[in-house]
Each structure stands twice: as structure tokens, then as C-alpha cells.
């Protein structure tokens, strides 16, 4: 059982590694059967059986961030959850727990404890969460994503990734992904995105900087997400393609010779994988773990780094501008965002889960 609803930051790992488990041959009793946990909120809803896994669902358990009347609720959706997340773990005769943290993953862990089940950890973020901090303490094995990451025993595997995206040739892709979005074949494209959403200050500084971006040949591709509507440049050239959502996030990476996003996570891993630097924007707000997840990548000199405040059309003109227009610099920097990448982490993960299986 794998659980890691709520977000894509731990849903995509939670599927990657599910991914590469039904791939496993040497698995103890044959390939393994895997079922994902989650609840009716999360994005898990429409991801888990897009990629023809199956999910089922337990109550949520959220944790005020502030002490409220809320949390007066807590221990008794806890037991609920981990009383259902006891009987799924019964009926589905499951041999091991792996949790991606969230309101999913600690109801799991204390059923796996109560039942047990031997557990398996993976943190996402270099400054893990309450589940998994919960969870280490009871774990038979702990994955992460970032070296140095405060978890006891901590094992560093990287985050894991689809095939689609650790397996991608950008160089091979690129005409094709290009003609895919409308860009041209020959032209330095910059590519914007904010995750799922959007991030309205990524799209007021893109869309600022418009003119200038033009003005030295360098084409855009911009997810705007998909409630931005608002967000739009007049047709031009070089062409500035705005669009809600990339369905296609390998065709954007292969098209692009740098990224302005969030950093995410799953963001910051998957331009590693793929060789693609990105100027970093972490979101202003929680405990500054976006801009942790990013700093590996461009200490290593594979990315640049903004705060939000300071994010500006006068910035992007004045600082990636130049590097767009500076093929050694790409390179340098394409070299350097690859080597800072994990690409076969889900293998690493599978490697691991399946040897506590054994054990």
C-alpha cells in the first residue's frame, strides 16, 4: 500500500514508485500488486487512475496549523482513519506500507504499527513534515530526496519520477516539441510555469517583460494556469504562446532552454532529471522549504535563484536575457542542472521497499 494523497508533491513519487513496482519481476511472490491510498479531496482522485492504479480512500485527517476548536476533532478522525486504514490493510493482505507524508500517510503509518506492517518512509522536502517525522520513528526504512535531511537513518535515493520524464532526450525532442506548442525550430525559448495553478507574480513578470524578451529573439512558452485567464500578450514575433495548463511536461522541457518556475519539489527534480536549469522562485510563504529544495541545484551552478519580492520584468530583462542569449552559458548550465539530478530514484525507492519486504 502506498500512500500519498493530497498534493502532486506527493503524488507524483507515490506514482512513480507504483510505476516501478508492477515493472519488478524479482519481487518476493512475483511482480507486486500495489493499491494507492487516499482520500475524496486530493488530486489523487483523477491521478491514480490515469495511471491505471488503483486507489482507494480513507476519511482526511487535516491538523490545524493553529490551535483551534478543530483541534478538539482531531484524535477522533484519527482513529477513524487509522481503524479503515487497518481493515483496507487486512483485506488487501498487504506486506508493506511505503508513506510520501500528508494527511494520508500518518493514519497509514499508525494502522501499518497496529497491524504489523513494516513501513517505509519517503520525505519530498529537505524539512519534513509532522507524518513523516511521525513516521521515521516507526519506519523500517527511511528514504529522502535531499542529503541532509533530518530524519534518523535516512537513506538518499532522490525523488522519484516517471519514465517519461528521467528517460527524456530534450536535445532528440526539440524540434518536435517546438512545432508541438506553435515555437519556432531555431530561437531561444524561455518556458514559465507556477504549478497546477499558476503563480501570479511569475505571470505579471513574464508577461512585463514581453517586449523585451522579443526584442532579443527570445520566444515564450507560458502556462498561465487555468483560473489566470486574464493573462494574455498580443500576438507577435518571436511567438509568446500562453496557454492554462501543459498536459505535456516533456514536450515543454524538450522544448525550453530554461524554465522560470516555482520550486517545488517534484519542479526542482524533474528539471535536474532532464538537464533543463531554471531560475527558481520560491513561494513566499510556509517554512521556506521551496527555497531549499532549489539551493542544491544552483550551488551546484545548474539554476539561479530569485526571492518573489525581487521578482520583476526589469529582472528578468536584466538577468535572463543575457543568459538566454548566451549558448555557453545554457550549456554550463544544462551540464550542471543534470548532474545535480537522480534520474532511476523510483528504481532506488523499489530497490529499497522490496528488500524490507524480504527482511
Known amino acids: 500500500m502506498l500512500a500519498g494523497g493530497g498534493t502532486g508533491g506527493h503524488i507524483e513519487p507515490m506514482l512513480a514508485l507504483a510505476d516501478a513496482l508492477v515493472r519488478r519481476t524479482d519481487a518476493p511472490g512475483g511482480t507486486p500488486r500495489v493499491t494507492c491510498l487516499g482520500t475524496a479531496r486530493g488530486m489523487e482522485t483523477r491521478l491514480v487512475p490515469a495511471r491505471g492504479h488503483e486507489l482507494r480512500l480513507i476519511p482526511p485527517v487535516p491538523m490545524p496549523r493553529k490551535p483551534t476548536p478543530d483541534l478538539l476533532r482531531v484524535p477522533g478522525r484519527v482513529r477513524r482513519a487509522v481503524a479503515d486504514t487497518r481493515a483496507l490493510l487486512a483485506e488487501l493482505e498487504a506486506d508493506v506500507v511505503v508513506g510520501f507524508g500528508g494527511y494520508v500517510a500518518l493514519p497509514a503509518y499508525l494502522a501499518a504499527r497496529r ?30 530526496t535531499t542529503p541532509g535531511t533530518p530524519l534518523r537513518g535516512a537513506v538518499h535515493v532522490g525523488m522519484p519520477l516517471r519514465p517519461s520524464i528521467t528517460g527524456l532526450d530534450r536535445a532528440a525532442l526539440r524540434a518536435e516539441a517546438r512545432a508541438h506548442f506553435g515555437l519556432h525550430a531555431d530561437r531561444p525559448t524561455l518556458l514559465v510555469f507556477g504549478g497546477s495553478q499558476g503563480a501570479r507574480s511569475l505571470n505579471t513578470a513574464a508577461t512585463g517583460a514581453a517586449a523585451q524578451l522579443r ?45 522560470l518556475c516555482r520550486s517545488g519539489a517534484v519542479s526542482v527534480a524533474e528539471l535536474s532529471a532532464v538537464g533543463l536549469p531554471g531560475a527558481f522562485v520560491p513561494l513566499p510563504i510556509g517554512n521556506g522549504e521551496q527555497r531549499r529544495n532549489a539551493l542544491p541545484v544552483v550551488e551546484a551552478g545548474g539554476g539561479l535563484l530569485v526571492e518573489d519580492a525581487e521578482l520583476s520584468a526589469a529582472w528578468i530583462g536584466s538577468t535572463l536575457v543575457p543568459v538566454l542569449t548566451d549558448p555557453a552559458r545554457l550549456a554550463e548550465l544544462s551540464r550542471h542542472a543534470a548532474a545535480a539530478g537522480v534520474p532511476d530514484a523510483d528504481e532506488k525507492l523499489a530497490d529499497l521497499t522490496l528488500s524490507v519486504v524480504r527482511a
Open 115 to 144: 497491524a504489523g506492517i513494516p513501513v517505509v518512509v519517503h520525505e519530498q522536502n529537505p524539512l519534513p513534515g509532522l507524518a513523516n517525522r511521525v513516521g521515521a520513528r516507526l519506519a523500517a526504512a527511511v528514504a529522502v
Open 215 to 259: 526584442a532579443a529573439g527570445i520566444q515564450v512558452l507560458h502556462a498561465r494556469g487555468p483560473k489566470n485567464t486574464e493573462v494574455s500578450v498580443p500576438a507577435g514575433e518571436p511567438p509568446y504562446v500562453v496557454v492554462d495548463y501543459l498536459d505535456r511536461m516533456d514536450l515543454a522541457y524538450a522544448a525550453a532552454d530554461l524554465a
